[in-house]
């Protein structure tokens, strides 16, 4: 049986907009361990918050078989921006430590000008060698295969449910086996993901781009994977230029 795996990135926030490393839930931006510091930054701004609304309208319009986020699985990346962009999109989603934005160290919750400036060696270092992580986090590398056994295993764990249930709509309505899971998730998530999908080496993730508020599709199964594009999230996006 095969399996749609549908990544939406989060909505627009001051951190995504100033492109900083996340931050994962738990944890603070370097600097601001006092408890609620620097927080802010995380969440989604007032453009953000408006296009969210937009997006969860749209699907209210589209409800059932017609949206394109039909699952039967729901999950999120642990970070404050992905779980509020899931809330008013009204998913019920389950935070999957799996799929955790790359932990950068010491280099959380700052921009790579900042770093760039502070440790250009080390930034240089860190944008050529996957295997390396100056910041003390974990290595392109590690995260690349994090993201991609998560990714395998959820095509599994998918399998196994509806072999049990059969309750899939897909299933139903078609007889194509095919289970549904959706993932709200951070942007890097979503270009290591592709990666894994598309056997492409390490450096085909600085080639990926993931902009607010999209939908990147994955079908097949662990170990075959192909990537579905071009479906819009609401009716004003046609998918075309």
């Known amino acids: 049986m095969s399996t749609r795996v549908m990544f939406v990135s989060p909505a627009m926030g001051p951190a995504l907009r100033e492109a900083r490393f996340p931050v994962a839930d738990g944890e603070e931006p370097y600097g601001h361990e006092k408890a609620g510091q620097g927080r802010a930054a995380d969440a989604l701004d007032g453009v953000g918050l408006r296009q969210a609304e937009a997006v969860a309208a749209s699907l209210r319009d589209r409800a059932g078989d017609g949206s394109p986020l039909r699952a039967t699985a729901r999950y999120v990346s642990p970070t404050p921006r992905c779980r509020r962009t899931a809330d008013v999109l009204g998913?019920?989603?389950?935070?999957?430590p799996g799929l955790a934005p790359c932990a950068m160290g010491r280099w959380?919750?700052?921009?790579?000008?900042?770093?760039?400036?502070?440790?250009?060696?080390?930034?240089?270092?860190?944008?050529?060698?996957?295997?390396?992580?100056?910041?003390?986090?974990?290595?392109?590398?590690?995260?690349?295969a994090r993201v991609g056994r998560r990714l395998d295993t959820l095509s599994t764990a998918a399998a196994a449910k509806n072999a049990d249930t059969d309750t899939d709509t897909d299933t139903q309505a078609n007889g194509t086996g095919t289970g549904r899971i959706l993932v709200v998730a951070e942007p890097d998530v979503i270009r290591a993901a592709t990666v894994h999908a598309l056997g492409a080496p390490p450096a085909a993730f600085w080639r990926i781009d993931v902009r607010p508020l999209t939908l990147t599709e994955l079908g097949g199964r662990a170990g075959r994977w192909n990537l579905v594009g071009g479906r819009p999230l609401h009716h004003g996006h046609h998918g075309h230029p």
């Open 91 to 96: 998913l019920a989603a389950e935070p999957l």
């Open 108 to 144: 959380r919750g700052r921009t790579l000008d900042e770093v760039a400036a502070a440790e250009p060696d080390a930034v240089a270092g860190w944008l050529t060698d996957p295997a390396t992580a100056p910041h003390g986090g974990e290595s392109l590398d590690h995260f690349l």
